[in-house]
């Protein structure tokens, strides 16, 4: 036991003098390895229980192993004066995940990552609409490579839109407006308080969908599940304290790797190999989003607009 605390302080220790750039590569790093296996749990559970209902675990789950973090404070996280926008990101949320589960559950792992990668080019967009910021047209540019690249994985027109591709899209888009509205939130309320009501929200909206499809399962299925909420809170926290470590801009690049592992656990478990149009769409979408992060940067190291 004396071994295990002694270690577990000398990597406190190590942790603590690498440089917050360091720390927040490898949190991110960290991050998509949980959401990939998150994903694939995620499909490989559906095989058996619906998307709703494995949503509704997911965030049951997920708000259990948060459990220890609210009652450190003694729930002082949960005091807040946005409670409705809690609840509108929380609709907002909930919708997106019951479309991106679906989507897992009847399309291949690695285009359902794709095509998420569109989620920050929906962000740009709402930023000038909602936000009221300035119109640049950088932005716009990266905007039309963006949709060029879903234009290559999608082909309209050569290949029948699946529904998977148009409910993982959808998500992608709900999930911008779900940032706009964090993005809002974050001038008065602080992460954990954000991350907290995002888990109650999602728990109670879930409940209903998932009443509707429920299906009985055993005490080995409930351990997977048990696992997606682990993992998806992993991936969250891993994520939230990266954002925290070092600028955006730093750790956009490793987020592609989603694609990689989604990849790979697709081939190897699921024998789903990614055609070379969706490797192609998601490099362009992906450096799309990538291109607006680092001109956002500069234009504001620059103050120029």
Same mark, same amino acid.
């Given at each position: 036991?004396?071994?295990? *605390?002694?270690?577990?302080?000398?990597?406190? /220790? %190590?942790?603590?003098? $690498?440089?917050?750039? +360091? !720390?927040? @590569?490898?949190?991110?790093?960290?991050?998509?390895?949980?959401?990939?296996?998150?994903? *694939?749990?995620?499909?490989?559970?559906?095989? /058996? %229980?619906?998307?709703? $209902?494995?949503?509704? +675990? !997911?965030? @049951?789950?997920?708000?259990?192993?948060?459990?220890?973090?609210?009652?450190?404070?003694?729930?002082?996280?949960?005091?807040?004066?946005?409670?409705?926008?809690?609840?509108?990101?929380?609709?907002?949320?909930?919708?997106?995940?019951?479309?991106?589960?679906?989507?897992?559950?009847?399309?291949?792992?690695?285009?359902?990552?794709?095509?998420?990668?569109?989620?920050?080019?929906?962000?740009?967009?709402?930023?000038?609409?909602?936000?009221?910021?300035?119109?640049?047209?950088?932005?716009?540019?990266?905007?039309?490579?963006?949709?060029?690249?879903?234009?290559?994985?999608?082909?309209?027109?050569?290949?029948?839109?699946?529904?998977?591709?148009?409910?993982?899209?959808?998500?992608?888009?709900?999930?911008?407006?779900?940032?706009?509205?964090?993005?809002?939130?974050?001038?008065?309320?602080?992460?954990?308080?954000?991350?907290?009501?995002?888990?109650?929200?999602?728990?109670?909206?879930?409940?209903?969908?998932?009443?509707?499809?429920?299906?009985?399962?055993?005490?080995?299925?409930?351990?997977?599940?048990?696992?997606?909420?682990?993992?998806?809170?992993?991936?969250?926290?891993?994520?939230?304290?990266?954002?925290?470590?070092?600028?955006?801009?730093?750790?956009?690049?490793?987020?592609?790797?989603?694609?990689?592992?989604?990849?790979?656990?697709?081939?190897?478990?699921?024998?789903?190999?990614?055609?070379?149009?969706?490797?192609?769409?998601?490099?362009?979408?992906?450096?799309?989003?990538?291109?607006?992060?680092?001109?956002?940067?500069?234009?504001?190291?620059?103050?120029?607009?």
């Amino acid at each position: 036991m004396r071994t295990l *605390a002694a270690s577990a302080q000398g990597f406190s /220790v %190590l942790w603590a003098r $690498q440089t917050p750039t +360091f !720390r927040g @590569i490898v949190l991110m790093c960290l991050s998509t390895v949980a959401f990939s296996i998150m994903h *694939a749990l995620v499909r490989f559970v559906s095989e /058996v %229980l619906p998307p709703f $209902q494995i949503a509704f +675990f !997911r965030n @049951i789950f997920g708000l259990l192993f948060l459990l220890p973090l609210l009652m450190r404070s003694r729930f002082a996280v949960l005091r807040t004066q946005r409670i409705g926008l809690h609840a509108l990101r929380g609709v907002i949320n909930i919708g997106a995940m019951l479309m991106f589960f679906t989507a897992l559950s009847i399309s291949p792992l690695a285009k359902v990552t794709a095509l998420s990668f569109t989620a920050p080019i929906f962000m740009a967009v709402l930023a000038v609409l909602v936000l009221g910021e300035r119109f640049r047209l950088y932005r716009w540019m990266a905007i039309l490579l963006g949709f060029i690249g879903m234009l290559i994985i999608l082909r309209p027109g050569l290949v029948a839109i699946d529904t998977g591709a148009l409910l993982v899209t959808g998500a992608a888009a709900l999930w911008a407006v779900a940032m706009i509205l964090i993005k809002i939130m974050s001038r008065t309320e602080s992460s954990l308080t954000i991350v907290a009501y995002m888990g109650i929200f999602l728990g109670v909206f879930s409940i209903l969908p998932a009443l509707w499809v429920w299906e009985p399962f055993g005490l080995q299925t409930l351990g997977w599940l048990a696992l997606v909420g682990l993992f998806g809170t992993l991936a969250q926290m891993s994520l939230s304290q990266s954002l925290k470590e070092t600028d955006p801009t730093a750790l956009m690049p490793f987020d592609f790797l989603k694609l990689i592992w989604t990849a790979t656990i697709g081939a190897w478990f699921f024998a789903e190999i990614p055609d070379v149009y969706t490797l192609v769409g998601a490099a362009v979408i992906f450096s799309s989003g990538l291109f607006i992060a680092l001109r956002e940067r500069q234009t504001k190291h620059q103050g120029t607009i």
